[in-house]
């Protein structure tokens, strides 16, 4: 027991290590405001979930988003950011590891990046107009934004990047869960046992 959970725990900390390093080379995909970048941090998250449980995945998008913000503050002061970045890649892991788990296949991880791609675009659009959009103009001293250019921003921005981002995060994963279903089987049997 003292062992599974000793290797549990330094798993969660490679995953989130380097979950934390693919977060740096974040990038914007150029239609879509600057400040909206896609990077590929979900994807050990997403491993972290289908083989340890939907706990290690959070762990994992929780640590990596404490260290980026330890190593590279906030441009709000407030980690804003960091706190929508760790609620979009939980409104994305979430139902990848719950349709994976009932579903141990390709058809398993599929839906369930379909599903995830549809609730970060749905979650994040809701929340970006009620919190996130609202906490970042405070912030940062922005004029307030309203109710139309608020509702401009979501539909026009945050919907389509979020959409984007998962269909790009999706391929990522589909492509590498091809060639890891085997070790991925493994370690959930020994993360199980």
Known sequence: MKKNRLRTMIAIAMLSSISFVLMLFNFPLPPFPAFLKV????VPAIIAAITMGPAAGILVELFKNVLDW???GSPTGVPVGHIANF???????MPVWWAYHRL???KGM?????????SMAVGMSLL?????LPLYTKFMNFPVMN???LYSMVVLGILPF???KGIILAGIVLLLFRSMKTWIEKQRAVHQS
């Open 39 to 42: 990077d590929f941090s979900e």
């Open 70 to 72: 330890l190593f590279a």
């Open 87 to 93: 609620t979009t890649g939980v409104l994305f892991i």
């Open 104 to 106: 141990s296949n390709a």
């Open 110 to 118: 599929t839906t369930g990046l379909i599903l995830g791609t549809l």
């Open 128 to 132: 970006n107009y009620v919190l996130f």
């Open 147 to 149: 109710g139309n250019e």
């Open 162 to 164: 979020n959409i984007l």
